[in-house]
């Protein structure tokens, strides 16, 4: 899950890439490096850590030249050190790398029997290597890449300059993203389109095996095997500012207090009076990526209809923080649409051999839409004969681009690696296509149809609420940080709020942490309760309260230390908790849209008393991009 940037222009490449590379740093910052063409000489720079210790190293440099490549790194093979960053540089070719070269001994051995010297413990290297053998013998860079692709097993994105071929740099995708920005005189390739923003509003978006060679002037496409490709660009109105913090210490607190706005965003478009429309789907429309923004509504929403009319199975399709989205549309679904729901986490689904029955509707949730596992899963399911639908918050990602529908978060830029805007926009565009599923098959009346919409509706002013009660949520997380254990429990909907409260612990606090359904709680973790494990429940006045009020009771009888989060001023909860924390009282469908919210700040205050880096945690990446 690294991060990629190369130029070409007028513009002094060092501070193209650098610019471009902070704005990648979320994919992957164990080290990072660069290197520009200079009077047919590589400068090449790299440094281990975050990417302000290659800032430091290169201050000073006054190099000019009009291309270069920089990388910032996720460590997959060779542990994070300068020599195994990227760029890797052999004899005149210099590439960076995104992905894994899975018959990497195999090549390895091949070079070393061929007298190669090896500088690294990286597979990215060992493609530096084949592309120089093949550029001696066809002295031509494009070429040259297309001769060494078949050699090579795995998901990967290259990009290569060559000191003897000083105008121009070749990208290759397969697996994870890449994309073009394209500028007057001046050309950009880049893992995210945040990278160019400052730049450029046009992109071209790279599907797998396609090549692509930058020149100043023109960028062209074309297949593994060499064929030219034509593709439209696309003008994304982005604002640099949007992935700037504006003030806040953080971007996942920035994104955090966000939630209420983009809430509303994400369900306006589907929100008509009192009605909910499923519109701009574009199932099965080959121009969709054309004319999204044009689309014939109501011709859309007639096909959109006509198709889920005929579904008879839902899975979901997710990992992480997006699957536990997916455990919660399960409930949504089943009661409200009355389909039958299958969950799965991705990396599973993929290799289960699963069984999907016809007309199924494979629906898979991905914030960034480029995790390998979801791609994959999605993939298959395709394959297995089903309809595949993407809820995602990157348009125009892999797996946007290889659904058959699309839904989006529209959370615009998520920077934090830990999720938080994305979450709550996917929770509240699952209860739109729940809602949606229901009209469609009728069994949703209009009056039940408009509570919830109303529900909806006054969901982003009750969540500004929950963020005014922030002072609670800091008092809570500093009572926790002497605890040796957590335990987040939960029943129905609040049960997947619960496993998400204990990820983000996790990867915020490095903390162990674990999400459970609460009427499991006497089926084993009750032995772990004692003075020392904190509980977190989550129990809204839903229909469940009652008996989490009883497991309640059973970690208050064993001595734990129990947080509550409740509708409103519970005396009930507040009678038997530590702590109690306050909750606006809503109903089922939007209260996980709510009580997540305590969680996301009990995490970031906790991960930043504790001093930890809470927008970059350790190991972690903000797109799961390898397996
Ligand atoms: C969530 O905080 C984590 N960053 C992680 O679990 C994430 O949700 C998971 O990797 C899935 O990512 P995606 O939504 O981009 O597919």
Sequence with gaps: ???????????NPKDVIMQGLKKLEYRGYDSAGLAILQDGNTKLVKATGKLQALEDRIKNETWTGHVGIGHTRWATHGVPSERN????????????????????????????????????????????HLVAEEFERVKDLKTAVERVL??????????????????????????????????????FVASDVQAL?????????LNDREIVKLLADKVQLFSSHGVPIERKSVTLNWSPELTEKQGFAHFMLKEIHEQPRTVATAVQTHLCGDRVVLNRVGFLDKNYFEHRDSIDVEKDWENTQRILQGIERVFIIACGTSFYAGNIAKYFIEKIAQLPVEIDIASEFRYRDPVVP???????????????????????????????????????????????GHLYMNAGPEIGVASTKAF?????????????????RKTLS??????????????PSKMEVVLSYDKYFLAAANSLKDFRGFLFMG???????????????????????????????????????????AVVMVAPRDSYFEKTVSNIEEVKARGGYIISLGSGDDHALKRISKMYLPIPSSDWLTNPILFVIPLQLMAYHLSSVLGYDVDQPRNLAKSVTVE
């Excluded at 923003?197 to 978006?205: P, R, S, V, W």
């Excluded at 926009?425 to 229901?438: D, K, P, Q, S, Y």
């Design 1 to 11: 899950m690294c991060g990629i940037v190369g130029y070409l222009g007028p513009l």
């Design 197 to 205: 923003i400052k730049y450029t509003q046009e992109f071209i978006y």
């Design 150 to 187: 078949p050699k090579l097993v795995g998901a990967f994105s290259i990009v290569v300059l060559c000191e003897q071929s000083p105008n121009e740099l070749i990208a290759f995708k397969d697996g994870p993203p890449l994309v073009v920005g394209l500028g007057k005189n001046e050309n």
């Design 85 to 128: 960053a990227h760029p890797h540089k052999v004899h005149g070719i210099t590439l960076v790398h995104n992905g894994i070269i899975e018959n990497y001994h195999e090549i390895k051995e091949g070079l070393l029997a061929r007298g190669a010297q090896i500088a690294s413990d990286t597979d990215s290297e060992l493609v530096a």
């Design 358 to 404: 016809k007309n199924s509707l494979v629906m898979t949730i991905s914030q960034s839409g480029e995790t390998a596992d979801t791609l994959a899963a999605i993939r298959l399911a395709k394959e297995r004969g089903a309809t595949t639908l993407s809820l995602c918050n990157v348009k125009n990602s892999s797996i946007d681009r290889f659904a058959d």
């Design 424 to 440: 709550t926009a996917t929770i509240a565009m699952l209860n739109v296509f729940a809602l949606g599923l229901g009209q469609i």
């Design 446 to 459: 209009p009056d039940e149809e408009k509570n919830f919409v109303m529900s909806l509706r006054s969901v």
């Design 491 to 533: 029943r129905g909907t609040n049960f997947p709020i619960a496993m998400e409260g204990a990820l983000k612990l996790k990867e915020l606090a490095y903390l162990h942490a674990e999400g459970y359904a609460a009427g499991e709680m006497k089926h084993g973790p009750i032995a772990l309760i004692d003075e020392r494990m």
